[in-house]
């Protein structure tokens, strides 16, 4: 299975503060794209999709770049409760068009 | 939420017992999904059902045994599980599997320990 990578961290920020996840994928030919949340000792929770064009959902921002093979996720005015790790999903245009490939997760602790 | 619950929540086994996970999704989708989450390592995909029939088998070890009866339901049978199986077992299910795959909803899954 093609890999999904993510710095581990974890990412200390203060509240208040501008943040910025990387993804990287190996598979050229995956389809779509996904963060996900998981708070810790809970079930991961879809966060937002990732579209070719750049999305933007308030106070995040979430991009794509095929011909680099990466995804980012951009927390602006950074909050306590958006501590969690977050997941970068790939759906992956395997033989069975059904392959869903989790990044270990980046750990993210905002401070007051 | 409990658009998609699992029992039990913790589940402790001796590797010779035989216990089954149960997970049921209250949204209406025709995918459901086994994942095993370990420490320190990616979700796992173990099983794909889509509207009740196995589509992906991740080489998952005889040991685990799935079953979907209906659309709603989805059971994960244990069988001679080894300590190393010791885990976060997920169940997540999505309006159709393929396409709109990535959107998935999770279960609070079931923390099993091996002993």
């Known amino acids: 299975r093609k890999e999904v990578e993510q710095d581990p961290g974890p990412f200390n920020v203060p509240e208040g503060a501008t943040v910025a996840f990387n993804c990287t994928y190996s598979n050229s030919a995956s389809q779509s794209f996904f963060w996900y949340r998981q708070d810790c000792r809970k079930e991961p929770k879809l966060l937002m999709s990732v579209y070719s064009s750049g999305n933007e959902d308030g106070r995040f921002t979430a991009q794509l770049n095929r011909a680099s093979q990466y995804i980012s996720l951009l927390i602006r005015d950074s909050k306590l409760s958006d501590s969690a790790t977050y997941l970068c999903v790939v759906n992956e245009n395997s033989n069975s068009g059904y392959a869903l490939n989790f990044g270990k997760g980046t750990s993210l602790l905002v401070t007051p | 939420e409990t658009g998609v619950t699992q029992t039990p929540r913790h589940l402790v086994m001796g590797m010779t017992n035989k216990k089954s996970l149960k997970c049921e999704q209250h949204?209406?989708?025709?995918?459901m999904y086994w994942y095993k989450q370990s420490a320190k390592k990616p979700l796992e995909l173990m099983f794909v059902y889509s509207l009740e029939e196995r589509v992906e088998n991740n080489s998952v070890p005889s040991r685990f045994s799935p079953e979907c009866p209906n659309s709603s339901h989805l059971f994960l049978h244990l069988h001679t599980l080894q300590p190393e199986d010791s885990a976060l077992y997920l169940c997540?299910?999505?309006?159709?599997?393929?396409?709109?795959?990535?959107?998935?909803?999770f279960g609070p899954g079931t923390r099993l320990l091996v002993l």
């Open positions: 997540a299910s999505s309006p159709e599997a393929g396409g709109l795959a990535g959107t998935q909803y």
């Open positions: 949204l209406g989708h025709n995918a």
